[in-house]
Each structure stands twice: as structure tokens, then as C-alpha cells.
């Protein structure tokens, strides 16, 4: 009896047959992209969890605000700095604002300054890194110096410079983060779209006659779809960590308007003496901010293909 | 390799040439007289100190005389310190950030490569799951609100380290590290993703399949490439932290360029923040620069190509 | 080998006690500054911290001191019968390197301030002298026709184009009166007074070190004429830009002062000290035509609709006193309080008085044919970007809101735009501090016809008339009355909203004695002061 790997007969195995179906058949289930990465997104508690915690500030950003008898920048002279009570859920502010108004509204803000400062210059990013990238030759390398040149000059003097042409606030915040903060996203996908461009399936499409068109979604848009999310979702702590960094030296958004980050700067005046009124902002950010991080990072994990079981 | 070099090199020069312009006319559209404080100045005496300082004179003819002093390297006095000029005062001020601007790079970027490492080569295990709990605090809170908690905790209630001021040893332990936690935050994050990618490339494989021992593999291939995405972080990291000492600064009274930053942009001090932003913008400029060059020898593809 | 090592721990051991030993019972005074000195050039001064040292490292012809006008360098004077001419007569005192303080001094340094090609900001502190305003405007170049003159080396000649009862008072306490020796200027250029080497004095303290946005250090002057009554030795002054900072090392023993802190700060440090007076701070309507401020119902109706009791209360530092008048209630003239000799008031009692504010809103809202406060046009309260400032934007305008049911607009800028829109007249509100001086008729001066610092653009011909008039009365007790009869045509008409005088809150040790605030901000005289402990 001669033995074949595993130590099992040789005559112990029997012809299975040919079959065309059964020859076509693939291992494992068909699944496709989206949902593989929506599945392993899911089992990560991580990532979820800071999902959750996200969607309820956001919730409670919209929704606590209406609900409040006190406005955020109804004031009481005469109640100012009181501690937390169960007529001021988180005390007053030395104007005698109610904070828990302002804790939330200022979570509006922040929230949106910080989604949209992300997206939006992501977007941008991707457009002129992606023009860049697909053209190459003359263009790439005029919009490369471009960008090489604009870096260089101070992100204060344009945000000074918007505010003072447009006004405060945080719309023109996310427009000043708009023009000065797609560089970093064009320069990775211009990079990216470098590298995609030279891959086989990309040549063999273009042999075939494939339009620009048909390139651009079918290859490229696919490829760095997963990618340009990932930074979208980790861009938004920079935002938001960026906008309290310029309220906090009072250049941000201004007042009545709350923001975390101008209650923070707020706080830190009275910090020894009331320090919630730091505390608080301080935790709503670090928390955001962990659980955009958090998120993001799942986010990654479960697009990248390399992590298929 | 040489052309590449001098080619990065022109277009450096250019672009800090065109650096230097743009801001010039940028500030001047900013409204408002660098003359004018909390005591109002009246009219008449603001126009005598705007003609005195010839700042009423046509805009082009105020930029030529400008970058003609600049090729010269002289910036001019303050407008708000009247006898000191833009040079002096940034080469008194500018040792005092650097000073903790590398004191803060010198702590965070091994720590934070080789957490990086660590918890990429551990991944899944507790070692991973711990350099990313680090890492993602270090990341989400901000560093003035670091920076003021642990002045509260370590000088005014422990009483361990002193409270301000940059003099001794142990007065620059507190700011280098309010710092150096966020950017030690970030590297091992991109170091750690930056591993994963690199371990599960082709090449690895094929040094693994040779027989090549695991030191080896680690350092030559992995390490190595892994550093190209840190390369390109490194030159706006040094930017970012030179520009976000400017909150440190202040909480720790360290007398360095930070303050005179802000303050000269919203004081519409001219000659202070053209002076500034030219010399940051030559930093910036050169650290662009060599990181050209360092990715030029690193990685062979992108001086061979087009 | 063994023997060096031995001797020189000796020597260590026995020497650090010591100098422990005596740096304790020193008289050594450590304060906060929150901005570094911006120069210590006398022709360019013009910002507190500047002014505070140069107090103590030079000296004038004469000092305020203690709320009082001491000699200075001048051991006494005279005064010509028309008042125009003041004779100083210097006493013998010198420089820190031992030259003698002469008149010339004094002359240089005036003519050079007044000179064109110096560019001082601060020329008009010198108007009433003869021929300075030529000068420093360009139509005289003959620096000889000023009127100030070194006649000898003790004697030093102030002549003025007009009688002012002023003018020594205001030389007392302005900042660019000091003496300036030439040869310094001529030696290091632009660069004059930018470091110790390049700077001299004359006062009760030398300039020893000057660390850059970190600290300066004086030492006792021992040159100086009344050195007897120094009894610092040693005066140190941190820079130190955050308040948190500068008051945790104040209670951490580091510094044995700080002027001018927060409120809030005032809570958990309640041995504070006080003072107030100096500054006043008002609103300034735009009363252009067509804009909406130019209604004068409606400028009442804003003004009677501010409680100011509760934002001194709330907001402002301690030692804040609201005012009802334009003019400074601590201004001494002759001896007397002038506001106690020459009482006027705008009728705003300090809560605010909503019911009279309403009714002047009504007329004002029928005059301009609109039936609700929020149908008025949009007001734009441009308000400059400093803590304080803001606060006080947001106080005023949630009381407008909620009292009176008028929306304010708030646009915040900074400073030097603020100011710039103040200057050019792109706002509605504006909320003005200025300093009081010593003549009561200072801040009223701006708003007269054609004045280009007629920040409100108010035109009232009877007003403008009076200020002129009271400006060349050499009759003290009428010129005080036609500033009192103007003074009730500005507070009838509202052109400007009068609020309060800021006051500052400071910390001070007990063991240090003698130390003194002045009337001007920014002035803490410690130059006489000592450590007791």
C-alpha cells in the first residue's frame, strides 16, 4: 500500500468527478467590497463605540438646545459663576449664562466647524491632487510648486485676513480652514492616483480604449474612495482641535456664539477657582476627539483588504 | 542627483521669493494703523507717524524698497519696539523656541517611532492596545489645556517643578512635555500604520523566503520604508510645532518667537511679521528642502524620475 | 590634589549660606509685568511698562510721587506774571557714570523729541510750549525758536505761547519730560536705549540687566541726588504674558506683586487693593447725518437703558466706579475736587432707569415713522478685541435686548482695526477709555466742530463755541464755569454715553512697605518703597 501526503491510502481516494459548475465554483461566499468592510467595521466594539458616543453629542447637540428655557446668550448679572444646580444643570459662566445651553450649542459649532473643516477641504484636496495626479507632466508640477509655495505662509494671516473680509463666525472659520487645509489632502491623493496610475489594471483599461471617464470612476475613484474617507474622519479632531486652538488665543468664533474651544478659553481664566467651567469644555473635546480617532481608525482597519479573514 | 539637488534648490529660492510677496501685500490689506494702542492716537498724529514711517508712500514703490533691504538682509526696525530691529530681535527670540522645539522632537520622535514599532510588531496584543490608548490620548487633548494642567499639578500643587520661565533645567521639563506628548501621540500612530503597510508588501515576503534573519528584515526593509510617510510629516511636523508653541509659550513665560508672532499680526506690527514670516517661511523652505534631498537617497524611484 | 578639592568645598559651604543668609534679609522686590518694555527711548515711550521703569531709572524736573507734585531735578522754580514763563533751576545731581545732569540735557531732549526726523508718537504732549507744534509740523526748521532754552547749566527756561494752569501738573505726570544725553544717541544710533549698554539714567535706579520678554533688573542708584531715601536695593521685574501664571507664582512666594489683576482673580484673593480714577470710559454714538445714531431720543434711550451698577458689578475690576458726567470725578483743580465744585449729571442714575429709557424710545421710534424697537435699522457696536472689552459688548447688548427689546450687532476686530473704524467712522457704538489727564476739559475737547477726533461727529456750535472760549480764559474759576456749562450741553444731548472709571485691582505681600499706584495706568511707584519682614 503506498501512502500519499498526510499518511492516508492512496486507493482511499476516490475520483470525484468532472463537473463544470463545481470547477467554477469559488470558496467562499461572494460578498461584496462594501459590506465585507461594513461587517468587520461592526465586530470592532472600538470603533463603534466611539461611533455611538459621536452620534449622541451630535444628537444632543441638536436636541438639548431647543429643550432649554435659557438661551446662550441670555445673561444674569446678578447669578454669575454659580456652581452646578438643579436649576443650571452645569452652573452659569461669569455673565451668568446658563452652561449647559452653551455646552451644547457650543457643540453645534464645534461639531460643524469640525466635519465640515474636514470634508470640505478633503474634497478640495481630492480634486486638485486627483487633477494633479492623473495629468502629471506640466500641471502636476505647477500645482506641486503651488501648493510647495502656499504652506509656507502662516495660516494666521489668512484666517485673520477671511474674518476680517467676510465677518466671524463659523462659516467663514470653515472657509478660512477651506483654503488652508486641502494642501495635505491633495498632496497624499495626488500620490495615491501616482501610484494607482502605473498599476496593470489601469494600463490594461487604457489599451482597451477606456475613456478619461470611465478610468477615473471605475479605477481610481474606488481605490481612493476608502482612503479619502479615512482621512475625512480624521481630519475632523484637527478641526476641531484647530478651532479651539484659535478661539483660545481669540481669534476664532466669536461671542455670544459658544464654541468649546471659547469655553475653554473662557474656563481657563477662572480655572482655579471655578474649575468646571474648563473641566467641562475640556472633556467634550478630548472625548469628540478620542472618539472621531477611534472611529477613524476602525474605519481603516476594516478597509484594508489585507485584514480579510 | 545633482540636477535634482539644484533644481529643489532654485525652486526653494523662488518660492520663498514669492512667500515674501505674497505676504507683503497680504498685510497691507489688512485694515486698520500699526500706530494705534488701547490710547487712541489722534488722526493727525497717526498720518504724521504713517508718513514718518513711509508707509503712505505708493504700495509698489514700498515693496521694492522692501525686498531691496531683504536681499540684504535687513528687515527693518519694529514698528512697536522702536529701537531694536526685526533681525535682533528674532535672533535673541528664535534660540529660545528652537531650543524647545528640538527638546520636544528629541523626546517624542524616538519614543514615538518606537512605540510605533512595538505596537505594530505586537499587534493584537496588550502592548498594541496599550501604545494605542496612548497614543489616541495624547492625540485628543489639546496641548494649551495639557499644558496648563500640568503647570496646576506639577508647580503649584506639588510644588515639584517651577511654575514659569525658561532658565534652568528644570524650568523647561514641563513645557518640552506638554509638547512632546501630542507630537509623540501622532508618530506612533503613523508609525504603526506605516509598519502594518510595509510588513505585508511583496518584498518583505520575498526577504522572509530568502532566509534573511529577522533583525535584518526589521531594519533594512521594514524600518526603512516605513520611515518614507514619517520623511514627509517631519517637515510641517517642525512647522507645527514651532507655530503651536506660541500657547506654551505664554502659559510658561518663555520668552520666544511664539508671542511676538500673534502679537505682531493682530498689532499690525509690519516690519515684526514680514520679518517673522519670511524667516519662518525660509525654515520651512529648507526643511521642504532636505526632506527632497533625504527622499532622494532614500528612495531611488523619485530621483530617477521624470 | 585632595587639598584644592577640600579648600573650594570649604569655601562652597561657608559662601552659599551666606549669600542665603543675606539675600533673605535684602531688600530685593520682585513683581510681574504682563508685556515686555517696549523701549526705554524718551522720545518714543508711549506704553506703560515702558513708562514704569523709565519712573524709576530717570528723572524729571519734577516728580508726582504719592499723588503729589515733589521736586525733581529742578530744586525750585518761577513762574513769569502772565504764567507763560517757568524758570527751573537745576540742583547738582549726576548721571549714573558720574557726568552731571545739565540744562542742555533737558533742551536736547526735548528739541529731539519734537524734531521731525526723530518720529515721536508723543509730540503733543508738548502743544502749549511756543513753537513746538511748528516745529514738530515741519513750518519752522530753526530748532532755536522752540520755546525751551538751557540758558546756563542750571538753568533751564520753559516758555509758553498761552497762559496754562495745567502744564506743570501735566509735565509731572507725562512720560517723555525726561533728560537725554546726547552723546549716547549719537554713539549707538537707532539702536539708543534698547539695552542696558546703550541706555543712562539719572534716577533712583540703574538699568543692570534687561533679558528680552523675560526680565529686568535694576539696582540701586547710588549717584542719584536723594539716594538717602532709597532703600531698595534690588528691583526685579518678571514678564510673564498669563494672568494664571503670574498669580500662581504669587502664591507661590516668587513675586511679591502684581498690578492690575482680573476680577476673577480678586475671589480667592480678597486682601486686593484698589484704586481708580484717571481713565473714563464712555460710548460713542456716530451721530452722522442719515446714520441711525444721529436720533437723539434714541441715543437717551440707550443710555438711560444701562445698568451700570450691575456690569461694574459683574465685569469690571475692582475699584470700577459708574459715572454720570464726562468728567473724571478724581481730577483735583486748585485744591478742590472739580466734579464736587461743578456738579453736573446726565439724569441716569447708576441701575439704569428702564421706564424713562422706554419713553425716549418710543419718541425716537416715532420720530424716525417705525412702530417696533425691531424695526430699526441695523446698529453695528464695533467693539475692540480685548477680554474686557467683550464682555462689556456682551453685557450692553443682551441689556439693550432684553430691556428694551433693541438688537445690537457686535463685530469684534482687532485693536488697531477697531480703532481704525473708529477714526474712519464705520460704526454705530463704540465703547471709548481715554485718558482723564489733569484738566477737566481734556476728553470734552475732541468733540468739537471740525475736530478730526470728533469720534462721534457731533456738530453743536454753542458747545464748540464754550470749549474754544475756556481754552484761552486766564481766568481759572471762569474757565472752570464755561467747562461746566459745556459740559451740560454734551451730557443733554448724548452725543457720547458717559459709563464709568475703571479702576484697577493689584496684590501686594505686607512686607512690602511704601509701595504706591499712581493716577496714571501702568504707574507703580516702588522707587521709595522698602521690605519689611
Redesign the interface.
Known amino acids: 500500500m503506498t501512502r500519499d501526503f498526510a499518511g492516508i491510502p492512496k486507493d482511499e481516494f476516490e475520483f470525484a468527478g468532472k463537473s463544470e459548475e463545481k470547477s467554477e465554483l469559488l470558496t467562499r461566499p461572494s460578498i461584496s467590497f462594501w459590506r465585507d468592510v461594513w461587517r468587520r467595521l461592526f465586530k470592532n466594539k472600538v470603533a463603534m463605540t466611539g461611533l455611538v458616543i459621536i452620534l449622541a453629542i451630535a444628537l444632543s447637540s441638536l436636541i438639548i438646545p431647543e429643550l432649554s428655557s435659557y438661551s446662550y446668550s441670555q445673561q444674569n448679572l446678578r447669578n454669575i459663576n454659580a456652581a452646578p444646580s438643579s436649576q443650571h444643570w452645569f452652573g452659569t459662566d461669569s455673565l451668568g449664562r446658563d452652561l449647559w445651553v452653551r455646552t451644547w450649542f457650543g457643540a453645534r459649532v464645534s461639531l460643524a466647524v469640525g466635519i465640515f473643516g474636514s470634508i470640505i477641504p478633503s474634497l478640495i484636496g481630492v480634486l486638485i491632487g486627483g487633477i494633479s495626479g492623473y495629468f502629471g507632466g506640466k500641471v502636476d508640477m505647477i500645482i506641486m510648486r503651488l501648493i510647495d509655495i502656499i504652506i509656507c505662509i502662516p495660516q494666521m494671516i489668512y484666517i485673520i485676513l477671511i474674518m476680517l473680509v467676510i465677518g466671524s463666525g463659523p462659516v467663514p472659520l470653515i472657509i478660512a480652514f477651506a483654503i488652508t487645509g486641502w494642501m495635505g489632502s491633495a498632496r497624499n491623493v495626488r500620490g495615491l492616483i501616482l501610484k494607482i496610475k502605473e498599476e496593470e489594471f489601469v494600463l490594461a483599461s487604457r489599451i482597451l480604449g477606456a475613456s478619461h471617464g470611465r478610468i477615473i470612476f471605475n479605477h481610481l475613484v474606488p481605490n481612493t474612495l476608502g482612503i479619502v474617507v479615512v482621512s475625512m474622519t480624521l481630519g475632523v479632531p484637527a478641526a476641531i482641535f484647530q478651532e479651539a486652538y484659535l478661539s483660545f488665543i481669540g481669534l476664532g468664533i466669536k461671542p455670544p456664539i459658544p464654541s468649546w474651544g471659547q469655553l475653554a478659553n473662557l474656563g481657563t481664566a477662572v480655572f482655579r477657582i471655578y474649575p468646571t467651567q474648563l473641566l467641562i469644555p475640556a472633556i467634550m473635546i478630548s472625548l469628540t476627539m478620542l472618539s472621531f480617532n477611534l472611529f477613524g481608525d476602525g474605519l481603516r482597519d476594516a478597509l484594508d483588504p489585507k485584514l480579510r479573514s | 542627483m545633482v540636477r535634482y539637488i539644484l533644481r529643489r534648490f532654485l525652486i526653494s529660492l523662488l518660492t520663498l521669493w514669492l512667500l515674501a510677496a505674497i505676504t507683503f501685500f497680504l498685510l497691507r490689506l489688512l485694515p486698520g494703523n500699526p500706530f494705534q494702542s488701547d490710547q487712541i492716537l489722534t488722526f493727525e498724529m497717526q498720518e504724521r507717524m504713517m508718513n514718518y514711517y513711509g508707509l503712505n508712500r505708493p504700495l509698489i514703490e514700498q515693496y521694492f524698497t522692501y525686498m531691496g533691504n531683504l536681499l540684504q538682509g535687513n528687515m527693518g526696525y519694529s514698528l512697536k519696539y522702536t529701537n531694536r530691529t526685526v533681525n535682533s530681535i528674532i535672533v535673541r527670540a528664535f534660540p529660545v523656541s528652537a531650543d524647545l522645539g528640538l527638546r520636544s522632537l528629541a523626546l517624542a520622535l524616538p519614543v514615538g517611532l518606537f512605540l510605533g514599532i512595538a505596537s505594530a510588531r505586537k499587534r493584537g496584543k496588550a502592548v498594541d492596545y496599550l501604545c494605542v490608548v496612548i497614543s489616541v490620548i495624547g492625540v485628543s487633548i489639546p496641548s494649551f489645556i495639557l499644558g496648563s494642567f500640568l503647570q496646576y499639578i506639577f508647580a503649584l500643587r506639588l510644588k515639584i517643578l517651577p511654575m514659569a520661565q525658561w532658565t534652568t533645567e528644570m524650568h523647561k521639563v514641563l513645557p518640552t512635555v506638554a509638547i512632546a506628548l501630542g507630537l509623540l501621540a501622532t508618530l506612533t500612530r503613523i508609525m504603526r500604520a506605516s509598519m502594518l503597510e510595509v510588513t505585508t508588501q511583496d518584498y518583505v515576503k520575498t526577504a522572509k523566503s530568502k532566509g534573511l534573519s529577522e533583525g535584518k528584515i526589521i531594519w533594512s526593509h521594514e524600518i526603512r520604508n516605513a520611515l518614507i510617510p514619517i520623511l514627509t510629516m517631519l517637515g510641517p511636523m517642525v512647522a507645527s510645532v514651532l507655530m503651536g508653541t506660541f500657547v506654551i509659550e505664554k502659559i510658561f513665560a518663555i520668552p520666544g518667537l511664539g508671542l511676538h508672532f500673534v502679537n505682531s499680526i493682530t498689532g499690525l506690527d509690519y516690519t515684526m511679521t514680514m520679518g517673522l514670516t519670511v524667516f519662518f517661511g525660509a525654515f520651512l523652505v529648507s526643511a521642504n528642502f532636505l526632506v527632497d534631498i533625504a527622499y532622494g537617497i532614500v528612495d531611488p524611484r523619485i530621483r530617477l524620475a521624470k | 590634589m585632595k587639598k584644592w578639592i577640600v579648600s573650594i568645598i570649604l569655601v562652597a559651604l561657608i559662601t552659599i549660606p551666606v549669600s542665603c543668609f543675606a539675600a533673605s534679609g535684602s531688600q530685593v522686590f520682585t513683581f510681574a509685568g504682563h508685556n515686555?518694555v517696549?523701549?526705554?527711548?524718551v522720545s518714543?515711550m508711549?506704553?506703560e511698562m515702558s513708562a514704569l521703569i523709565m519712573y524709576a531709572l530717570n528723572e524729571a524736573l519734577i516728580r508726582n510721587s504719592y499723588d503729589q507734585i515733589i521736586p525733581g531735578l529742578a530744586e525750585s522754580y518761577e513762574v513769569s506774571e502772565d504764567g507763560t514763563v517757568y524758570t527751573f533751576h537745576l540742583r547738582d545731581a549726576k548721571w549714573s557714570d558720574g557726568v552731571p545732569v545739565t540744562a542742555k540735557d533737558f533742551e536736547y531732549s526735548f528739541l529731539r523729541t519734537l524734531n521731525?526726523e526723530t518720529?515721536s508718537?508723543q509730540?503733543?504732549s508738548f502743544d502749549s510750549i511756543v513753537n513746538a507744534k511748528g516745529y514738530?509740523n515741519g513750518e519752522i526748521t530753526d530748532a532755536s525758536l522752540v520755546g525751551v532754552k538751557a540758558v546756563d547749566d542750571k538753568t533751564f527756561v520753559i516758555t509758553l505761547s498761552y497762559r496754562d494752569p495745567f502744564f506743570l501738573t501735566e509735565m509731572a505726570e507725562g512720560i517723555n519730560f525726561y533728560p537725554i544725553r546726547q552723546d549716547y544717541v549719537e554713539k549707538f544710533g537707532?539702536?539708543?536705549?534698547?539695552s542696558p549698554g546703550t541706555f543712562i539714567g539719572c534716577g533712583p535706579f540703574v538699568l543692570k540687566e534687561w533679558?528680552?520678554?523675560?526680565?529686568i533688573v535694576l539696582e540701586k542708584n547710588p549717584e542719584y541726588w536723594n539716594a538717602d531715601r532709597v532703600r531698595l536695593e534690588r528691583v526685579v521685574e518678571?514678564?510673564?504674558?498669563?494672568?494664571?501664571?503670574r498669580?500662581?507664582?504669587y502664591?507661590?512666594g516668587?513675586i511679591d506683586a502684581i498690578y492690575s489683576i482680573?476680577k476673577?482673580q480678586t475671589?480667592?484673593h480678597p486682601e486686593f487693593g484698589s484704586k481708580s480714577g484717571g481713565t473714563l470710559q464712555y460710548l460713542a454714538f456716530n451721530c452722522s447725518e442719515g446714520l441711525v445714531m444721529e436720533n437723539m431720543n434714541l441715543r437717551k434711550a440707550l443710555s438711560f437703558g444701562i445698568?451700570r451698577e450691575?456690569?461694574v458689578?459683574?465685569?469690571a475690576s475692582p475699584g470700577t466706579i459708574p459715572v454720570d458726567r464726562m468728567v473724571d470725578p478724581s481730577i483735583i483743580v486748585d485744591g478742590k475736587s472739580y466734579t464736587e465744585t461743578y456738579p453736573n449729571s446726565t439724569g441716569v442714575p447708576p441701575s439704569g432707569n428702564t421706564e424713562q429709557a422706554k419713553i425716549y424710545l418710543q419718541k425716537a421710534l416715532s420720530e424716525l415713522g417705525l412702530s417696533r424697537p425691531a424695526d430699526l435699522p441695523r446698529i453695528n457696536y464695533v467693539c475692540m478685541?480685548?477680554?474686557i472689552h467683550?464682555?462689556y459688548a456682551?453685557?450692553l447688548?443682551?441689556?439693550w435686548k432684553?430691556d428694551l427689546g433693541v438688537n445690537v450687532e457686535?463685530?469684534?476686530?482687532?485693536?488697531?482695526?477697531?480703532?481704525?473704524?473708529?477714526?474712519s467712522g464705520k460704526f454705530d457704538i463704540f465703547l471709548?477709555?481715554?485718558?482723564t489727564g489733569v484738566n477737566p476739559a481734556t476728553i470734552m475737547d475732541n468733540f468739537t466742530v471740525g475736530n478730526?477726533?470728533n469720534y462721534a461727529r457731533w456738530d453743536n456750535e454753542e458747545y464748540s463755541g464754550l470749549i474754544a472760549a475756556q481754552s484761552v480764559n486766564p481766568v481759572l474759576k471762569e474757565r472752570l464755569l464755561q467747562i461746566q456749562q459745556a459740559e451740560a450741553i454734551i451730557l443733554d444731548k448724548v452725543p457720547v454715553a458717559p459709563l464709568w472709571t475703571p479702576g484697577t485691582a493689584y496684590l501686594s505681600r505686607e512686607y512690602v512697605k511704601d509701595l504706591h499706584y499712581g493716577r496714571q495706568t501702568g504707574s507703580i511707584e516702588f522707587i521709595f518703597a522698602h521690605i519689611e519682614h
Open positions: 515686555d517696549m523701549t526705554l527711548d518714543q508711549n506704553d521731525p518720529g508718537s509730540v503733543s514738530y537707532m539702536s539708543y536705549a534698547s533679558v528680552q520678554g523675560a526680565r518678571l514678564i510673564i504674558p498669563d494672568e494664571n501664571t498669580v500662581g507664582m502664591d507661590l516668587e482680573s476673577v475671589i480667592m445698568d450691575a456690569i458689578l459683574a465685569i478685541d480685548s477680554p467683550k464682555q456682551e453685557a447688548q443682551a441689556g432684553d457686535i463685530s469684534i476686530l482687532p485693536v488697531p482695526q477697531a480703532i481704525g473704524a473708529l477714526l471709548v477709555g481715554q485718558s478730526s477726533n
